[in-house]
């Protein structure tokens, strides 16, 4: 996603915007979909010559798009053989 640069504030607002209703209708369409944001302004700069953006635009929102693996009915995407949550905090 672009977002202009200084005085531009409302359009990494109107990106957010953008990413967060991309990634349900992208789901609703059986796609699955990942956020990452560019931060410090340094590494927005970077990932803006990478895709050729010029000033006073800049790549601070990427999403990635793509199919998931698939995997037996029922089963769910979070990996088992975790430690028990118990055994990872204590209170003191």
Do not use: I, Y
Request: proline share 13%; with cysteine; charged share 15%.
């Amino acid at each position: 996603m672009f977002t202009q640069g200084p005085g531009g504030e409302d359009a990494q607002f109107d990106a957010g915007r953008a990413a967060q209703n991309m990634m349900p209708a992208a789901h609703r369409h059986g796609v699955g979909s990942c956020p990452a944001s560019f931060f410090p302004a340094a590494n927005a700069d970077a990932a803006s010559a990478l895709c050729r953006v010029e000033p006073p635009w800049r790549v601070r929102t990427v999403l990635s798009f793509g199919h998931t693996a698939p995997r037996p009915p029922g089963k769910s995407a979070v990996p088992t053989g975790r430690p028990p949550f118990t055994t990872l905090v204590s209170e003191v």
